[in-house]
């Protein structure tokens, strides 16, 4: 079977070789420009729609195409990658001591099928000081992620707990992703 990760996140690519998955990637380049003010929820499945939509039309119908987007959202305000230190800093002031959503949007279509969710899991971090966002920017870890962390790395040392799908908060919902795949698509997740 042909799957595709429509995502260059080394991320997903991760936490889809964690469960064993053959697949390959193939990024999508598709307009992620938004309204602003979209709801987190929408936007995610917006995104994750258009990317599966634009691999989709250079690859066929064949494939099954996984395709997903990510923000963080708190008090209604999303949240994405930092375009510089300054706004990952801010970022990072904004979450602190504060619990906050992650939304991902995931779209897999293929065979003339295709489903779209998003799954949203609740995320505390601690209080933060001047020096641990000084000194977590220092490592680079915040640049390339939505919400200015990574929860995988050392971005695990500000979250004091989480509600929900850890997968979602790290980029794609492995749970809701694995059951889609299975009952939507017949991917044998299991092999013996």
């Known amino acids: 079977m042909d799957i595709i990760l429509a995502s260059q996140s080394p991320r997903r690519k991760a936490l889809l070789e964690q469960i064993g998955l053959a697949f390959r990637v193939h990024v999508s380049d598709a307009d992620e420009t938004i309204a602003p003010g979209t709801p987190a929820a929408e936007m995610v499945e917006e995104l994750s729609r258009r990317k599966a939509a634009a691999v989709a039309a250079l690859e066929g119908d064949g494939p099954i195409i996984i395709a997903a987007d990510t923000v963080v959202a708190v008090d209604g305000k999303s949240l994405g990658k930092p375009k510089s230190e300054a706004d990952a800093a801010d970022m ?11 939304y991902t949007g995931v779209t897999v279509t293929g065979g003339g099928k295709t489903v779209t969710f998003h799954v949203s899991t609740d995320v505390k971090f601690r209080p933060l000081t001047e020096e641990d966002v000084a000194g977590y920017l220092a490592t680079g870890e915040p640049m390339d992620k939505a919400g200015a962390y990574g929860i995988q790395g050392v971005g695990a040392l500000l979250v004091e707990g989480i509600r929900g ?19 939507d698509f017949g991917v044998r997740l299991f092999r013996r």
Request: aromatic share 6%; no cysteine; net charge positive.
């Open 165 to 183: 799908d850890y997968g979602n908060v790290v980029g794609l919902p492995l749970f809701r992703v694995g059951r889609v795949l299975a009952e």
């Open 92 to 102: 990072l002031r904004t979450l602190s001591g504060r619990e906050h959503q992650v």
